[in-house]
């Protein structure tokens, strides 16, 4: 028998349509269909200038959303040859890592709640929204950031805000550990989980599986660790690693990446320099506020690099950074005008989801729900 698993099925995370060849309840056949989110996010990047580019990279994967923006900046810091302050770097570090801790929350919750639990989920979201109102402090918008910038960030953080961060931190072990009492050692949600949508570290490799997929195998792969940006290797953390590759690896991983998360942000408290958070560089970097209100100078500048942009000299790139779900690479051509030729995104879990015609192979209908909760998929990051 041949099902259609979405795309207006709840547990399909968007708009996936997963056509399923049945035999009894065991799946003999799973193959994903994706395209009804494209938005042609690539042809438009490389229609405007690297500023107006920006935001696109927040409407990609929209859980975890300055994880996306630093390998944008990164990116294009590479092709103009700049480097950002010492101080913006930790900033971009702390707002990556809470946005990383917005991601695992979303899917830990979810994951548990397709499996039939509903108290995590509001105990998670609860949580998701303070960092909302973190960001929303730190930008004034609390999920389409725009918040770093080519060279930097956009304003410095606010008075007070590395105290609230810290106080958020310190009470946020609570509720993982809450968590990890109701569910990790809960023996329904073991059933459901352990065994299930597993791969081996070959087929991982093979597949092109990153982040939390591609560690739950076993392989020890993160691009914080191996290939050190924005004063990553100034932080000591740990990169956990799963065994069996399943979907309760997947699921123990993300917690324990989670308390990670924390340990690097409160290291980044400690340690955050003083300083410019942006570069000296006139030529790239906006005016401030009060400068425009004085000067005609700056209010021109401001107008030029907000309706011309900046020229980006010529050159190609290729840019990865380790989102929460996975590697996400920018492969960029500069032309030496003030627009990209050319923009390739390489989204985190686009190979991931391809895996699913793999895992979902003779495994129960009711286990396809589960499988796709701990891939972790958002199809504004896959359809582009």
């Not at 200038?49 to 300055?66: A, C, E, G, K």
């Not at 309760?248 to 958070?277: C, K």
Request: net charge negative; aromatic share 10%.
């Amino acid at each position: 028998m041949w099902i259609n698993f979405g795309p207006q099925h709840p547990a399909a995370h968007g708009v996936l349509r997963l056509i399923l060849e049945l035999e009894g309840e065991t799946v003999v056949r799973a193959d994903p269909h994706i395209g009804f989110l494209h938005r042609a996010t690539e042809k438009l990047m490389e229609n405007k200038h690297y500023n107006q580019s920006l935001p696109f990279m927040d409407r990609l994967d929209y859980v975890s959303t300055m994880a996306n923006e630093q390998g944008f900046v990164l990116a294009v810091e590479k092709l103009l040859n700049i480097e950002a302050p010492p101080r913006a770097k930790a900033i971009r570090v702390m707002c990556a890592e809470l946005s990383r801790i917005a991601n695992h929350l979303l899917n830990v919750s979810g994951t548990v709640l397709d499996a039939g639990g509903i108290t995590p989920f509001f105990w998670m979201c609860e949580e998701r929204e303070k960092i909302y109102e973190l960001f929303e402090r730190v930008c004034g918008a609390r999920v389409h950031n725009a918040y770093f910038k080519p060279g930097g960030v956009t304003m410095d953080i606010p008075v007070g805000f590395l105290d609230d961060v810290y106080e958020f931190c310190s009470k946020l072990g609570e509720r993982y550990d809450e968590t990890e009492d109701l569910v990790t050692g809960n023996r329904l949600y073991y059933a459901r989980t352990a065994g299930i949508g597993s791969v081996n570290a070959h087929d991982a490799i093979n597949l092109g599986f990153t982040g939390p997929m591609l560690r739950s195998t076993g392989v020890k792969w993160d691009l914080r660790i191996s290939h050190p940006y924005d004063g990553y290797d100034l932080y000591d953390f740990d990169v956990p690693v799963g065994t069996f590759g399943d979907s309760y690896d997947r699921h123990l991983l993300r917690l324990y990446e989670m308390r990670e998360s924390l340990r690097i942000i409160n290291q980044v408290i400690d340690t955050i320099p003083e300083g410019e958070v942006r570069t000296d560089d006139s030529k790239i970097s906006l005016p401030l506020r009060q400068d425009m209100k004085t000067s005609m100078e700056a209010l021109i500048h401001h107008f030029k690099l907000c309706t011309e942009g900046y020229v980006v000299p010529p050159g190609a790139t290729y840019t990865s950074v380790e989102c929460p779900k996975g590697e996400l690479g920018l492969y960029m051509v500069a032309d030496g005008t003030s627009k990209p030729y050319r923009v390739h995104l390489r989204p985190c879990s686009y190979n991931h989801l391809a895996g699913l015609a793999i895992m979902g192979k003779k495994m129960m209908l009711a286990d396809i729900a589960i499988i796709i909760a701990t891939i972790d998929i958002v199809f504004g990051d896959i359809d582009r």
